[in-house]
């Protein structure tokens, strides 16, 4: 016959559970640690990856430059290039208005240059003819990173002729029944160089620089391909 099996009081048990929460909290505390170990060497390797991956940028940024410039000569045989191609591009045919569009006939070149460091910002410049509305020939934007990472932006100040600034046009002209778009027409592109609200978002910058400037030639060649 067996012996008959022996009690085990809710003292025993209780602390043979607190027994067990200890180690199970100390299990934790352990695997916690050694997580944040491998997070660092993680973090480490991203770190890494990213001082690698600015060298190859810059690397192929300064090979991309003579192509760039190779580009900007054969644009430039062709005339209203660039007025077509912002036409053409749906969210800067948004900011344009009649009077822009004119305005833009006159550009002749585009040119984005990033900073050595590429982190730290770019510029966009917009070479212009002899025009009736401002005596500038060069309109230049840069974007800057300062050292604690905080955006900033800073342009030319437009000269515009007597009568010809286009950012204070009257209500009247926006309100003209002859415009083309039967929206109301949009502030003016040009206010764009005045405005440094907020740098960090800059959404035309952005387009132009990652957009438009890799391959101008496709939104081109929309208005040529629905012509056909």
């Known amino acids: 016959m067996s012996a008959p099996a022996a009690k085990v009081s809710k003292k025993e048990l209780n602390s043979n559970h607190d027994g067990a929460d200890e180690t199970s909290e100390k299990e934790q505390q352990e695997a916690i640690e050694h997580i944040d170990e491998v997070q660092n060497e993680i973090d480490r390797l991203n770190e890494q990856a990213s001082e690698e991956i600015l060298k ?3 690397k192929y940024n300064k090979l991309r ?12 045989k062709i005339p209203n290039f660039w007025v077509t ?4 591009h749906p969210q800067v045919s948004a900011l344009l208005g009649e009077e822009d569009e004119e305005a833009l006939h006159y550009l002749t070149r585009v040119e984005v240059t990033e900073f050595e460091d590429i982190k730290s910002g770019y510029r966009i ?3 212009f003819d002899e025009n009736p509305y ?3 020939k060069v309109l230049s934007k840069e974007f800057h990173l300062n050292e604690s990472g905080d955006p900033s932006s800073k342009s ?9 600034d ?3 046009r009257s209500s009247q002209t926006q309100n003209k029944a ?4 039967q929206h109301e027409e949009p502030e003016s592109f040009f206010t764009w160089f005045t405005d440094h609200s907020d740098a960090g978002a800059d959404e035309l910058g952005e387009v132009i620089k990652d957009d438009i400037w890799p391959n101008p030639l496709q939104y081109y060649l929309v208005s040529i391909a629905l012509s056909c």
């Open 56 to 58: 190859v940028e810059q």
């Open 178 to 181: 002859s415009r083309k778009r």
């Open 134 to 136: 401002f005596e500038n």
């Open 166 to 168: 286009l950012t204070k």
């Open 65 to 76: 430059q003579p192509f760039f410039q190779k580009r900007s000569e054969l644009i430039a």
């Open 156 to 164: 030319t100040e437009i000269k515009w002729k007597s009568g010809k």
């Open 125 to 127: 410049d917009f070479y």
């Open 85 to 88: 191609t912002f036409v053409n």
